[in-house]
């Protein structure tokens, strides 16, 4: 137990084995995957927004469409940087809290710079903003946390697979008297009796 609630206070969850934890892991994988697809969704628009703006660098733009298009790709990463990355953000103020600063800082403060940089240079009307590399940042990390949530799944059915073989009885042995009992049941030097065969 302290050594979960150790393990907690610096952003991370641990637990002991639980056969009914693994409706709470398809609940995480469900949300990473809409969290996901949000930001894929964003990223794949704020990268539609930042071709003009990138041929307007190159070639020339009128005032007016670097605004609207600047505005729109504000518009677009907002919801991504709020509700796809809130998970980076909560970790990371749950790590500063507890005086630990846990990969989930950087990642937030990464995203999290970036966008109000771009957002001030909107608002300002001078420079140049990079929503796009917000969003972006935003999708690849969820989708590797999403890869992690399905192979945490996957492990579970296996730790899951293992708990049916091990055995619920045990033959212990008590002045020659051999009887049947709970496993759970069994005490430091008492003597059991394994057959050829058994677990």
């Not at 995480?28 to 930001?39: D, F, K, M, P, T």
């Not at 300002?124 to 929503?131: E, P």
């Amino acid at each position: 137990k302290e050594i979960a609630a150790r393990i907690g206070s610096i952003g991370y969850s641990a637990e002991p084995y639980d056969p009914s934890g693994e409706a709470r892991l398809i609940r995480n994988e469900n949300g990473l995957l809409i969290r996901a697809s949000v930001a894929g969704f964003g990223f794949l628009v704020t990268m539609f927004l930042s071709e003009g703006l990138y041929g307007g660098y190159i070639w020339g733009m009128e005032r007016g469409y670097r605004d609207f298009l600047q505005w729109a790709s504000m518009i677009v990463s907002l919801p991504v940087v709020l509700y796809c990355g809130y998970p980076f953000i909560s970790g990371a103020w749950r790590g500063l809290r507890n005086g630990f600063m846990t990969m989930d800082l950087p990642v937030a403060l990464g995203f999290l710079i970036t966008f109000f940089y771009s957002a001030w240079a909107t608002l300002a009307g001078r420079g140049d903003v990079y929503f796009d590399s917000s969003v972006m940042f935003v999708f690849l990390i969820l989708s590797g946390r999403y890869l992690e949530a399905k192979a945490k799944k996957k492990a579970f059915g296996a730790v899951a697979g293992l708990s049916t073989m091990e055995p619920k009885k045990a033959t212990l042995v008590v002045d020659g008297v051999r009887m049947q009992v709970d496993i759970k049941s069994v005490k430091e030097g008492e003597i059991v009796e394994v057959r050829p065969g058994e677990k």
